[in-house]
């Protein structure tokens, strides 16, 4: 078995271990940011910027592939 490393699009750590979109990663680091970081937060804007980024960018991928 190959272990990929990944450098994750936050906070930019390279970890093997996370949620990954279209090979974007997301280390479990920021992803428990990501869930705990309060609605009102500033940081919670700008993560959920990142997320939907790569799901608009996942959406057109898939979308092209559906063609
Ligand atoms: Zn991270």
New binding site residues.
Partial sequence: MIEQTHR??????I?ID?IQLRGRL??S???QELINTQVDEPAYQSYKQGIKAIWKEAITLDSRLNE
Avoid at 8 to 13: D, L, T, V
């Fill in positions: 994750c699009i936050f906070c930019g750590n970890t996370g997301i280390c680091e920021c992803e």
